[in-house]
């Protein structure tokens, strides 16, 4: 869905986009590695020099005052998810400007090719209402479980411990930093101005487990 929208302050929003052609847009650990460092260091009024910093520098430089809140993110092999809000007046415009335009550069550097790697400048959608936002959290993080099965929604033989187990375990989403991980990329997420969904982990895995139809210990 094209944006035909105005961002609102303090609203969120569901913003994604996808490879021009549906192309594969993380080849490598280390492009999924890139664009999660980018979702840190792009968000910021600060302009960065990636090549001028130190890797142990990512998570902890100062961006200066930051553009939108990131609640929940999920990168797939040709696209990604982002759920965010609007902190500033221009602030999504901007952080999506800024990291699509840092990645594309890095991916066509890296991989000798020209021309746009995404579908135009990104897709938006308004989280109008708690029931929309609070289910954004569990469809974003969901994804990955189409790389287990693609149909896992409607496959009745499909394996629900075996998809929650891959979900679980995946590294590019914010999913582990929702369930307890000790990770530098927890610094991505600015939590507290979001709606507290998640009170415990057990809820954090019920946000999963439910839609998988699969149940979780009572420990």
């Known amino acids: 869905m094209q944006r035909h929208f105005l ?11 996808r490879g021009t052609d549906k192309r594969i847009i993380f080849n490598s650990p280390s492009d999924y590695q890139r664009f999660i460092v980018l979702l840190y260091l792009c968000n910021g009024k600060v302009p960065i020099i990636f090549r001028e910093l ?14 939108v809140d990131i609640g929940a993110y999920c990168l ?4 990604f998810h982002l759920l965010v809000r609007e902190k500033i007046d221009g602030g999504i415009s901007a952080f999506m400007k800024k990291i699509l335009t840092a990645y594309s550069m890095y991916f066509n550097k890296k991989y000798n090719r020209t021309g ?7 897709k938006a959608r308004h989280a109008s209402n708690d029931t929309q936002l609070k289910y954004l959290f569990s469809y974003i993080h969901l994804n990955p479980a189409k790389l287990v099965d693609s149909n896992w929604k409607t496959n009745i033989q499909a394996n629900p411990r075996k998809l929650f187990d891959y979900i679980n ?9 929702y369930r307890g ?37 009572k420990d």
């Not at 797939?76 to 696209?79: C, F, G, I, T, V």
């Not at 746009?116 to 990104?122: D, H, P």
């Open 181 to 217: 991980a000790e990770r530098k990329e927890k610094a991505i997420l600015n939590k507290t101005t979001f709606p507290c969904y998640f009170e415990t982990k057990k809820d954090v895995l019920r946000s999963i487990t439910e839609w998988l139809d699969y149940p979780i210990s």
């Open 169 to 177: 375990r995946y590294p590019y989403s914010s999913f582990p930093d």
């Open 76 to 79: 797939m092999p040709n696209h």
């Open 116 to 122: 746009s790697l995404f579908e135009g400048t990104f």
């Open 54 to 67: 130190l890797e142990d520098d990512f998570f902890t430089l100062d961006r200066g005052e930051t553009l």
């Open 7 to 17: 961002f609102s302050i303090n609203e969120f929003y569901h913003s994604y986009n």
